[in-house]
């Protein structure tokens, strides 16, 4: 618990200034508490007419005793000059700059603390991002999104709410209790040592209740990360499902799941809920046991309790109770939160398996090939082999398609050139240097994308085409819009390239979205292009367009593509014809057609 802890704690090493002077904020705080309630001392003292006066004052030293007995000079000074009502008023003046001034640096400390606590949980969500990003595409093959989501939201989330919101416990309730303690020391050992003997008895209580409670929260955890996960599904499959009248069917589906998780998290919070009676109980226990103890002290004869200090003391030993409460609900909470942080921490100690050498080559152009050799590739999941000895050399200037059936095994070969993954056997080379001898960055900076279904973010069409190369200017995006055509239909609308385009670009036809797309990578104008299946999707009069907007895009660039339309094929320097992972054919659209094997056998049927 303490490692796991640890790893949220080393978030506010950054902040550390502002976790000192919280603390001494605390500090200063809890002194002015105290002296506001033993005020109640000299307060009961002149109102019973038992207070005893110093006749001398002693010089000035931090000390107890010189603060007593110069406060009792000094008062019995005010008493003499203007009586019992002057020297109430001045006590009540004294409780009351202390009481405020206990205020102001207590909302210091928590101004520290929040500035610590809001600052963390955005370090912590930065870290997951970048994170995130950094994974190779493995990881998101082997998780599902909406738990993905459900940890980088609830789960960062929840660590707020419970650990990071306990920051305030840790860095005030300490220092609260620590001088409260002394001082009740101070005032009578025999009962502080009664309460110390109290104290770690309920803290046995109390963790005996909160043993279950992280591996409770974690399962409800694990369940909301299902519920995402589904509601991902269903908003993504909507117009399937209605098209289905599968509404009811999949209403059902996610009401057990719903219902699933509602249990899991009201045992949880069943279980937190405990921590107010306990700590209630113990506390009342805790004040009956010190009145028990303390009043048997002052009505000892020989006692050297006075009842006005026993009075005092009940006041400072009450203050002890609310910090001890507090650090209760912490400890819930951290137990709590800890069942998230195991969840995040999947994420964050997750290894890559992607790696860049640390001398690694920074790629500035591509010169003369791209050469797969024997190269073998298979997926965690799958037990059986995707490629097998895939031998493939692309020359620059060239364009290669890739052809085949549906699983066959043509987009994990494109996906290796970017090293999106790495082979399992064989090595693929860029200009006669293994791949992995590259930085990463630089390597995929060679490559831009045209995918069978367009990616378009939630913001403006000039936001998304610049996407391809961000310090573009107005010009140079028009440009390639032009290229792409896509500046009519942009012009048209409304607000031009300001127009917003929804989620997943859903204000544009499919033709146009690929046009956006084709665009963003004309605007990026990258040396090597790879087309996963950009017009299979389109109806006719739209491929036509797109295809046109593909020619201007690959002109002068070396191409890789899939491809299901043989408009797309015929053209190509090179078709690899791909089976089960194989390559079993090679060569130009006449040479294939010529065999009169496989490929001939996919033309006649058009399934590629």
Known sequence: ???????????????????????????????????????????????????????????????????????????????????QMGALIFIICVVLISVVLKNIFLY?????????RTNVVKDIRNKLMNKIFDFDLSYFSNQKRGDIIS????????????????????????????????????????????????????ALIIGQIGKTLKQTTLKGQRKMGVLMGMLDEILSGIKIIKAFGAEKLVENHFKTKNDIYAKAIGKSWRKRSLSGPVSDIIGTISILLVMFFGGKLVLNLDSVMSPKVFIAYLAVFTQVIGPARSFTGGYYNILKGMASIERINTILNHKYKITEKPDAIDVKDFKNKIEFKDVGFSYETENKHVLNNINITINKGQTVALVGQSGSGKSTIVDLIPRFFDPVKGEIFLDDENLKNYSINSLRSLFGYVNQQPVLFNDTIYNNILFGKPDSSIEEVEQAAKLAFAHDFIVEKETGYQTNLG?????????????ISIARAILKNPPVLILDEATSALDYKSEII?????????????????????????????????????????GNHLDLMGINGYYTKLHNLEVF
């Not at 416990?169 to 110390?196: E, H, N, Q, R, W």
């Not at 895009?553 to 089976?579: E, F, G, P």
Request: hydrophobic share 45%.
């Open 1 to 83: 618990m303490i490692k796991k802890f640890g790893a949220i704690i080393k978030y506010v090493i950054p902040y550390w200034t502002e976790a000192f002077w919280s603390v001494l904020s605390n500090l200063i705080a809890a002194v002015f508490s105290v002296v506001s309630f033993t005020m109640v001392i000299p307060f009961l003292g002149i109102l019973f007419s038992d207070q005893s006066f110093e006749t001398n004052s002693l010089p000035l030293k931090l000390n107890i005793d010189t603060f007593q007995h110069n406060f009792n000079y000094y008062l019995g000074k005010l008493t003499a000059e203007y009586g």
């Open 503 to 515: 989620e997943g670009g859903d204000n544009l036809s499919l033709g146009e979205k690929q046009r």
């Open 151 to 202: 940890k980088i939201i609830i789960d960062v989330k929840e660590i707020e709410s419970s650990i990071v919101s306990s920051f305030e416990m840790i860095f005030k309730d300490p220092v609260l209790i620590g001088v409260y303690l002394c001082v009740l020391f101070i005032m009578s050992a025999k009962l502080t040592i009664i309460v110390l003997i109290v104290f770690p008895i309920s």
């Open 108 to 116: 210091s400390g928590k101004s520290k603390i929040i500035h610590i």
């Open 546 to 586: 797109v295809r046109d907007a593909l020619q201007n895009l690959m002109r002068n660039r070396t191409t890789v593509v899939i491809a299901h339309r043989l408009s797309t094929v015929k053209s190509a320097d090179t078709i690899y014809v791909i089976k089960e992972g194989k390559i079993i054919e090679e």
